[in-house]
């Protein structure tokens, strides 16, 4: 069982230390060296794990994907509206962003697109903002003439660009920068 127990850790250890390789420089100049040496392991200890970076970074991506969809789940409380569900959710998983180095660096991952069959993350979010928009009751939008496609374009692109933005500087996705552009994005009411 401590054996076991090893692996997994050792194996947590790896996906954290891609992470912050992969954040730092990208996929195509991480080495597996400089992945090993950051989780405080050999190469060969690394390849017991993973077969090449390609598979590393897909556990990224994939325990990214983990993460932000636990993060989006947890912000969904019964009883709400979509809209007021779909500004939660963005406050979560900007939270998610700014604490955690394999949720940035899986999303990265995932947009780069050096890699087959990687993940889209993007289009998951694009696909739950539409689903939200979709839900939400005429008069969560108060008679304003908004086409919910066109909104959820906005709020994609926007906040996608807070991600990519936040990564030099993290107040592009704080609560205030995030509060600012819902107030002016969605329909107030009276």
Do not use: C
Request: without cysteine; charged residues 25%.
């Amino acid at each position: 069982m401590a054996t076991q127990d090893r692996a997994v850790r050792t194996r947590q250890a790896l996906i954290h230390s891609a992470a912050e390789a992969f954040e730092r420089h990208g996929y195509v100049l991480a080495t597996l060296a400089d992945i090993s040496a950051g989780a405080g392991v050999s190469v060969g200890a690394l390849h017991f794990h993973f077969a090449n970076k390609a598979e590393v970074a897909t556990s990224v991506e994939m325990a990214a994907a983990v993460r932000l969809r636990r993060a989006a789940q947890k912000a969904q409380r019964p009883g709400t509206n979509a809209l007021q569900r779909l500004t939660d959710t963005s406050y979560a998983l900007a939270d998610e962003l700014r604490r955690d180095v394999v949720s940035r660096a899986g999303l990265k991952l995932s947009g780069e697109g050096v890699r087959e069959g990687s993940l889209d993350l993007r289009r998951e979010w694009r696909d739950f903002v539409r689903r939200l928009l979709a839900e939400a009751s005429d008069q969560d939008f108060r008679n304003e003439p908004v086409e919910r496609s066109d909104m959820a374009d906005l709020i994609v692109a926007a906040t996608t660009g807070f991600e990519l933005l936040a990564r030099r500087d993290p107040a592009w996705a704080a609560p205030p920068l995030l509060s600012t552009f819902w107030r002016l994005v969605l329909p107030r009411t009276p």
